[in-house]
């Protein structure tokens, strides 16, 4: 397309999505969701050159997501190539399913690893994960905590934070709960002491 037609492909582009949005009340979630992908692509590529489209593209999604009250969707550095393999490949098929595909499966992706992150960070047992249809079911943190110092008594709270990968203060917690169940106790300082597991 010229360039010179982008001011009008704008205005088009504006009226059609303004028009979309009155309809916002009676869509789903699902429908809300691809008219803010689908209006992320057809910014995007009006004119691939044309001076910050690509930011101003981000900035709508984004904008339209808070404003229909949805998760915000968002594409890291990591997801650049696979974002623009998307967006070729939509241009090329004609298909706006390939790139309301990738930003779904994206954003699921990312919100995974956003709540095992947090979970992890509370020092709390992981998510269900899903593998071949079955749920599986990882131990709990006290459950990994209990192996560890049955293998080695003398770990500290730190230690066992480094080697479960959450916070020393997720593990004092967790080292406090367990002894007012009465499954540990410490025998000794804290330096120099050791836990012992009370079966």
Partial sequence: MAF???PQKLKEFCDAL??????????????????????????????????????????????????YGLIPSR????????YIKA??????????????????????????????????????SEPIIEKADTPVKPKKTRDKIIDLLRQNPKLSATAL????????????????NLKAEGILHRIGPDKGGLWKIND
Wanted: no cysteine; charged share 25%; hydrophobic share 40%.
């Fill in 161 to 176: 934070a480094a080697e479960i990968g959450i916070s020393t203060k997720g593990i004092q917690r967790h080292l406090a």
């Fill in 75 to 82: 594409i890291f550095s990591d997801d650049k190539e696979e």
């Fill in 4 to 6: 010179n037609k982008v």
């Fill in 18 to 67: 303004n028009a979309d949005r009155k309809n916002s009340k009676v869509m789903t979630v699902q429908q809300l969701y691809e008219q803010s992908f689908d209006a992320h692509y057809n910014l995007v590529t009006i004119h691939p050159w044309a001076d910050s489209n690509g930011r101003m593209a981000r900035l709508l999604i984004n904008w339209l997501q808070f404003e």
């Fill in 87 to 124: 967006l070729v490949a939509t241009r090329e098929n004609g298909d706006l399913s390939i790139f309301r595909n990738f930003m779904t499966e994206t954003m699921i992706a990312h919100l995974s690893r956003d709540i095992v992150t947090y979970t992890e960070s509370i020092g709390e």
